[in-house]
Every structure is written in structure tokens, then in C-alpha cells.
């Protein structure tokens, strides 16, 4: 049974830190590409950062240089860590499998709430 447990978010003042992790389990963890994506109320979900195989990242422009992204294959985890946090990062975040060469992703976590407070 594939599983995504997020975990890490909460409530913090603008300008402060957190640091998300997502333990996968039930999948070939090597076999997949790792993303992180947010959803706040009333927005479309959107795909904040993404990890390759060969540790190649990509990120959005609302987030780059703030954020980064990172994983331990011996631990079958994915980190978000995210500074400098504003309050239109408040939203939850989620996040995501997606195996090589497909174009969508498969498996998705339950979500955690980021807050950031002004």
C-alpha cells in the first residue's frame, strides 16, 4: 500500500522557518520524482518544487532562492525546507510521486498546513 505522510507544517510568524518531510512508503522510492505542491483557499493547486533522480530541482518563481527542496534515499524522505516565509505561503501542502517518464503525479500525501502570520 503506497503512503505519503507529510509532516512539519504549522504556525509561524512571517519571515520564520519550517522545514516539511514526506515519508513515502510502498513504492520503489528510486523509481519516482518527488514534488511538493500548495493549494490555498479560493487558488488553483500549484507545484512549488520537484526533485529528479539525479537530485535536478526546479521551482517556482514565487519560491526560488527561499526554498529548497531535498531527499534521503536511505530514508525514503523528501524535505521541503522553506525560509523567509511570507503569509502568501499560507496554504496547505502536499506532497507527490510521479515515476519516470510519466507525465502526471501518481500518488499524493494527505496535506499539511503551512500558516504564515504577518
Known amino acids: 500500500q503506497v503512503q505519503l505522510v507529510e509532516s512539519g507544517g504549522g504556525l509561524v510568524q512571517a519571515g520564520g522557518s519550517l522545514r516539511l518531510s514526506c515519508a513515502a512508503s510502498g513504492y520503489t522510492f528510486g523509481s519516482y520524482a518527488m514534488g511538493w505542491y500548495r493549494q490555498a483557499p479560493e487558488k488553483e493547486r500549484e507545484l512549488v518544487a520537484s526533485?529528479?533522480?539525479?537530485?535536478?530541482?526546479v521551482y517556482s518563481d514565487s519560491v526560488k532562492g527561499r526554498f529548497t527542496i531535498s531527499k534521503d534515499n536511505a530514508k525514503n524522505t523528501v524535505y521541503l525546507q522553506m525560509n523567509s516565509l511570507k503569509p502568501e505561503d499560507t496554504a496547505v501542502y502536499y506532497c507527490a510521486a510521479r515515476k519516470y517518464g510519466s507525465t502526471s503525479y501518481d500518488y499524493w500525501g494527505q496535506g499539511t498546513q503551512v500558516t504564515v502570520s504577518s
Open positions: 526533485i529528479g533522480g539525479i537530485g535536478r530541482t
